[in-house]
């Protein structure tokens, strides 16, 4: 599928309903790439720039590439069963034990030596900018987060600045 730039202002999807389905945050840190579903992250701007952030796991495989490599690619594949059972599969088996990229079918592509799939609907090309942690002092009272959401690491958040979105098909 080629894929023409999307400017930031002309996306038009809700990344609430993109986030829901579940993305893929896709990293590569030399010869090792790896791809995961992600839920909670996020569109928006932040030091004058339009940005993605992603929340991950310090257990997940990708969590080792990505505290290597300096950029990542945030996707949302096109809607359909097929891509669906892709996203769970993706966000149910760790690379650690798996080479789920080949087992998935997906093809990668590179666009500024990151990583990302041809069977991508958008592409958001990052460079990371900033990775905060998540900590349990910075959680408010009554919250609940640590007690409903934490029996392991608390996620770190991935801020990447986005240097192209690509839409799959022609403009
Ligand atoms: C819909 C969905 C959303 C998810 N969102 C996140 C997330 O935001 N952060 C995270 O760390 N894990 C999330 N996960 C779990 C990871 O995708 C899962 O643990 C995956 O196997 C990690 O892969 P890896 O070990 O190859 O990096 C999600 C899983 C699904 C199915």
Redesign the pocket.
């Known amino acids: 599928m080629p894929f023409s730039i999307l400017e930031a202002q002309d996306f038009n999807e809700s990344p609430f309903s993109l986030l829901e389905?579940?993305m893929l945050l896709t990293v590569r840190d030399g010869a090792r790439i790896?791809t995961?579903?992600?839920?909670?992250?996020g569109l928006g701007r932040i030091w004058g720039k339009n940005a993605v952030y992603?929340?991950?796991?310090p257990e997940?495989?990708?969590?080792s590439l990505l505290e290597k490599a300096d950029s990542f690619s945030f996707s949302a594949l096109p809607p359909g069963r097929e891509m669906d059972d892709l996203?769970?599969y993706?966000?149910?088996?760790?690379?650690?034990d798996e080479d789920?990229i080949q087992k998935s079918g997906l093809t990668l592509a590179f666009e500024e030596g990151v990583p990302y799939f041809e069977e991508a609907d958008t592409v958001f090309i990052c460079r990371t900018m900033a990775v905060p942690r998540l900590r349990e002092e910075d959680f408010l009272p009554g919250m609940r987060i640590m007690e409903d959401w934490y029996d392991g690491g608390l996620?770190h958040v991935f801020i990447g600045e986005i240097l192209k979105i690509l839409k799959a098909g022609s403009k």
């Open positions: 389905r579940g790896n995961m579903t992600v839920g909670w992250g992603a929340t991950v796991r997940r495989h990708s969590f996203i769970s993706l966000g149910r088996v760790s690379g650690r789920k996620h």
